[in-house]
T-cell receptor, first 111, second 113 residues
């Protein structure tokens, strides 16, 4: 059974801190890994990773994939209160592009 | 504005009632999905459709049915709602050529009493 595990489940930081969110996976026929940010409503797309070792970056957010060790990290530097959200990791696998989500990481950034 | 529209935004209904959640997309995506999101359990796939005319069961399909008569619409029906189906439901779509990136609707909050 395909599995995606995110850690920690939740964390609280102060503005300006740097955080690292983890996502490990066990799937058959890996195709890609996706990160989403979910605030009050719909998840919004952040990154898609398909190759090991290539960092994707968008402003203060960056992410990297390790296909040998089967994990990805999402880094947020100089956190702001607007970064408070649930961060979801999902893995696409198999010939039919099955998508398996982790349970999400709740990040709270305090002023 | 292109995207996915879900209706209703929220609904309270009595147990035993039939309910259909509507989902329409205008991006001409082949694949569409229904997820439910519950605290501590994350997003779980209920049903999916890879293309118009076909549907498949996800992780938690019991008590739900879907249809995909055309590319744009993917309604989710609860034939006889039960309290355990209280949840937030998200419809999503993807362009199958883009390796899985999903576009989500705004969600439908359903409370079954």
């Amino acid at each position: 059974e395909d599995k995606v595990v995110q850690s920690p489940l939740s964390l609280v930081v102060h503005e300006g801190d740097t955080v690292t969110l983890n996502c490990s996976y066990e799937v058959t026929n890996f195709r890609s890994l996706l990160w989403y940010k979910q605030e009050k409503k719909a998840p919004t797309f952040l990154f898609m990773l398909t190759s090991s070792g290539i960092e994707k970056k968008s402003g203060r957010l960056s992410s990297i994939l390790d296909k040998k060790e089967l994990f990805s990290i999402l880094n947020i530097t100089a956190t702001q209160t607007g970064d408070s959200a649930v961060y979801l990791c999902a893995v696409v696998s198999g010939a039919n592009s099955k998508l398996t989500f982790g349970k999400g990481i709740t990040l709270s950034v305090r002023p | 504005i292109a995207g996915i529209t879900q209706a209703p935004t929220s609904q309270i209904l009595a147990a035993g009632r039939r309910m259909t959640l509507r989902c329409t997309q205008d991006m001409r995506h082949n694949a569409m999905y229904w997820y439910r999101q519950d605290l501590g359990l994350g997003l779980r796939l209920i049903h999916y459709s890879n293309t118009a005319g076909t549907t498949g069961k996800g992780e938690v399909p019991d008590g739900y049915s879907v249809s995909r008569a055309n590319t744009d619409d993917f309604p989710l029906t609860l034939a006889s709602a039960v309290p355990s189906q209280t949840s937030v439901y998200f419809c999503a779509s993807s362009d199958s050529d883009r390796t899985g990136e999903l576009f989500f609707g705004e969600g439908s909050r359903l409370t079954v009493l």
